[in-house]
């Protein structure tokens, strides 16, 4: 997360989304008591202890809301990318076993014992949870699409009163031949997120 007081803005860093493209395009707006939040490539922490101690940059709005002056939020612009479920689930799958051989061996398998783990990792929270309030309220003043991000920069650059340098790859996951779908993953994708698919406007049958 990026919480921009010099500009006035807050920007979500949900998980799988083009994030450190964002961050990259967004720093050199940034004055020495604005704050970051990241942990893959710099360790950067907000100055509040107890979200420093979440301990990675997918701060949502409910974490952070609890920490600012009343109202002080809603005079930000704030925005986030969202990305269809399916795509941004494969994209984890890329991204998580980049390493080792467990997309070659058994692509589904692995797969779908994530989506059944429990214990919630951070990169497959449902997209809503960084962006919605406790009554399940998106407080962003801005959505951004993941699939028509280059064009949507330049509403952020209009929204902003800032230009932007056009989005670079940053921690693109690599191309893995097993990151597909099959019949059962696809609906267990469908059930995890379904209420990304009804709030961000994404159609659970246009599975890849």
Not at 76 to 94: E, G, I, K, Q
Request: glycine share 4%; net charge neutral.
């Amino acid at each position: 997360m990026i919480l921009s007081f010099s500009r006035r803005f807050a920007f979500i860093a949900i998980p799988k989304t083009a994030g450190h493209a964002l961050r990259t395009a967004l720093r050199p707006l940034l004055a020495p008591n604005d704050w970051e939040q990241c942990t893959l490539f710099d360790r950067r922490y907000f100055p509040v202890a107890p979200l420093a101690a979440i301990g990675h940059g997918h701060l949502s709005y409910r974490d952070v809301q609890p920490f600012l002056l009343p109202s002080q939020w809603d005079a930000m612009t704030s925005f986030a990318v969202v990305r269809s479920p399916f795509d941004r689930f494969l994209s984890f799958a890329r991204f998580a076993w980049r390493k080792g051989d467990a997309m070659e061996r058994d692509p589904l398998g692995t797969m779908k014992r994530a989506l059944k783990d429990d214990r919630g990792h951070i990169l497959l929270r449902p997209q809503h949870e960084f962006v919605c309030d406790d009554d399940g309220r998106i407080r962003t003043s801005l959505l951004l699409r993941h699939e028509n991000l280059a064009a949507d920069m330049a509403r952020l650059s209009a929204a902003l009163g800032a230009p932007l340098a056009p989005l670079e790859p940053v921690n693109v996951s690599p191309e893995n031949q097993g990151a597909t779908l099959d019949a059962e993953l696809a609906d267990m994708i469908r059930a995890r997120y379904a209420r990304d698919f009804a709030l961000f406007g994404y159609d659970p049958d246009a599975a890849p």
